[in-house]
């Protein structure tokens, strides 16, 4: 929640992108953990634990996070 907030405020305020660039940006910041971090805990065999949790947990909310972001930035959705 905390970082598309952040990427919206920046995009919006502080770059000045058009709102296609916003709600790109804002929806690419609220995607999850990708496995590449589980890959390369599993290959050194570090935080194997700590990576699947975190690309699980992540996963999770963003299933729900996503949603209410792309119903925000719609297209005539919004303020």
Request: hydrophobic share 60%.
């Given at each position: 929640?905390?970082r598309p907030a952040l990427v919206w ?10 709102p296609m660039e916003i709600a790109v ?55």
């Amino acid at each position: 929640v905390v970082r598309p907030a952040l990427v919206w405020v920046l995009a919006a305020h502080v770059f000045a992108l058009s709102p296609m660039e916003i709600a790109v940006a804002t929806i690419a910041a609220g995607l999850p953990t990708g496995n590449n971090v589980f890959i390369l805990a599993q290959r050194y065999r570090l935080y194997e634990d700590v990576a699947a949790s975190a690309t699980i947990i992540s996963t999770a909310a963003s299933a729900v996070t996503l949603s209410i972001l792309v119903a925000l930035l719609a297209p005539g959705a919004g303020p």
